[in-house]
């Protein structure tokens, strides 16, 4: 077997699209420790600097006084306490919606969701650039998978209207994970109906940051249960924490309950994480300074970086990709900054689209204005020029 293996792995390495993890040594925030060394981090979700808040950490200490670590069971059968059975009602009051689901992760969220919505016969359309997880999610579902160009909606359309499928879901990110961009959800969901098709949204970038409160992006374009039905996000990136859910009417989730088999057969989330959740959500809803600080902290990047000549894209959200295209490049780059304190992950296919190898630069609301100040610094004296972006 471990010949075998070897064959793929030695590929994957010739082809500079070998992974390798680092290994922290504090908790998430701007300064992170790897091997005894302070780097400034700028590539993690912890969009809002809750990961690590005072008050989190000790709703969780608490609530691991009073119900231990692990929930022992699936939701069905034992595991479902008071701690979940709250976070799901602050959830749908949150986000505007008639119920929410718990599920243990963002991945598997989307997995369950599709896989009970959806049979063979049915047909699954989603942008090109949806995140791993949906595009996933669609290929087990066994309904038949299209994939529209990427914010293409005449494109979408036309897929829409060619299709035999019996049920159609269209599935998307609300803010594209590797680009920051985001999909025009009030033009989709006028789309979606006139189409007859169920439209689920993903809004794991978009949930605690966009929207007022940070409610997302169905508040920020006031979108309705009616127009976007299925509404997923997950709470281990703005919130914080660890786990996700799913929106919707109660039909909605008495299905995912009856059906979702990641829903099913899986271990309940620790009650002390459900918790801990909870108060990072009043935080999170409480805090607009945090989301203000955020976007000062984007517009103050984007204008430096504008001013430096450093090739960003085009996003106005907490991920600001700069785009190389050369996987090569991408990873000089990159350990350059590394050399220079600053992480910044490198991101590279199958993440990403063949020959749009890029740094995913994330901000969070604990980053300070001199620390984003020196990010730019030193991208600004990196060697540009002898790369020639694709961007
Ligand atoms: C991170 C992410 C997920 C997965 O969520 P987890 O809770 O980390 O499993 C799903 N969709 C999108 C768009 C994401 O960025």
Redesign the pocket.
């Known amino acids: 077997m471990d010949q075998a293996l070897q064959t793929s792995l030695s590929e994957r390495y010739s082809q500079q699209l070998y992974r390798e993890r680092l290994t922290l040594d504090s908790a998430q925030g701007p300064e992170v420790i790897i091997d005894g060394k302070s780097y400034l981090a700028f590539c993690s979700?912890d969009y809002l600097g809750l990961a690590n808040h005072p008050d989190v950490i000790q709703s969780f200490q608490k609530a691991a006084n009073q119900y231990g670590l692990g929930s022992g069971a699936s939701q069905l059968i034992v595991g479902h306490c008071r701690s979940h059975c709250l976070l799901e009602e602050e959830l749908a009051e949150f986000t505007g919606r008639e119920r929410a689901l718990l599920?243990?992760?963002?991945?598997?969220?989307?997995l369950g969701a599709m896989s009970a919505l959806l049979n063979r016969g049915d047909a699954v359309f989603q942008d090109r650039l949806?995140?791993?997880?949906?595009l996933d999610a669609g290929r087990l579902s066994g309904a038949r998978l299209q994939r529209f160009r990427h914010r293409d909606l005449q494109h979408l359309e036309a897929c829409l209207t060619s299709s035999k499928g019996h049920r159609k879901l269209i599935a998307t990110?609300?803010?594209?994970?590797m680009d920051g961009d985001r999909q025009e959800l009030t033009v989709l969901s006028k789309l979606a109906s006139e189409q007859n098709a169920w439209l689920m949204l993903?809004?794991?970038?978009g949930f605690g940051v966009l929207g007022k409160n940070g409610r997302g992006s169905t508040n920020e374009f006031q979108l309705t249960q009616n127009e976007i039905p299925i509404l997923?996000?997950?709470?281990?990136?703005s919130a914080g924490s660890?786990?996700?859910f799913v929106a919707g009417s109660d039909a909605l989730i008495e299905t995912l309950i009856q059906f979702s088999r990641s829903y099913i057969y899986t271990t309940a989330l620790p009650p002390a994480v459900a918790e801990a959740t909870r108060t990072s959500l009043r935080i999170l809803a409480r805090d607009d300074w945090r989301r203000d600080h955020l976007k000062r902290l984007v517009s103050l990047f984007r204008e430096e970086c504008l001013n430096r000549n450093i090739p960003v894209s085009e996003s106005d959200t907490a991920i600001q990709p700069v785009i190389i295209g050369d996987i090569d490049k991408t990873l000089k780059i990159s350990r350059l900054l590394f050399e220079q304190g600053i992480l910044v992950s490198a991101i590279r296919p199958p993440t990403v689209p063949i020959g749009s190898a890029r740094l995913r630069i994330t901000f969070s609301a604990s980053h300070t204005v001199s620390q984003v100040e020196r990010l730019v610094d030193v991208l600004s004296r990196m060697p540009w020029q002898s790369i020639n972006c694709a961007a």
């Open positions: 979700n599920f243990s992760s963002g991945y598997m969220a989307n949806n995140h791993a997880s949906l990110d609300g803010v594209f994970s993903d809004d794991a970038h997923m996000a997950t709470l281990g990136k660890f786990g996700a």
